[in-house]
Nanobody, 119 residues
Framework: QVQLEESGGGLVQPGGSLTLSCAASGSIFNIDTMGWYRQAPGEQRELVATWASGGRTNYADSVKGRFTVSRNNAKNTVHLQMNSLKPEDTAVYYC?????????????WGQGTQVTVSS
């Protein structure tokens, strides 16, 4: 089992910045990938950015060049620096952890944090 605690959402004007943080606890030694997904009203949950073991990162095309995912393995945290925010970035953002395939590859989710981009 992995527990996730998120922080950092809020209201920001277009063009502004926010940083989301997520701390993992529990079976942290079995973690492969940490990252962020988001879900806007009426839409499916979608990948935003992930950081896999070995340092491989993956970004949605819509956020490339604006968002940066970082991971601190010593502190078991993952962060999402969001710059040049747009109204279409408005969504609930979820921290995600996926366990190593050898340990079952289970996904764990945070409770979600609201990000609203509006003037």
């Amino acid at each position: 089992q992995v527990q996730l605690e998120e922080s950092g959402g809020g209201l920001v004007q277009p063009g502004g910045s926010l940083t989301l943080s997520c701390a993992a606890s529990g079976s942290i030694f079995n973690i492969d990938t940490m990252g962020w997904y988001r879900q806007a009203p009426g839409e499916q949950r979608e990948l935003v950015a992930t950081w896999a073991s070995g340092g491989r990162t993956n970004y949605a095309d819509s956020v490339k060049g604006r968002f940066t995912v970082s991971r601190n393995n010593a502190k078991n945290t993952v962060h999402l620096q969001m710059n040049s925010l747009k109204p279409e970035d408005t969504a609930v953002y979820y921290c995600n952890v996926r366990l190593k395939a050898a340990m079952g590859g289970n996904n764990y989710w945070g409770q979600g944090t609201q990000v609203t981009v509006s003037s």
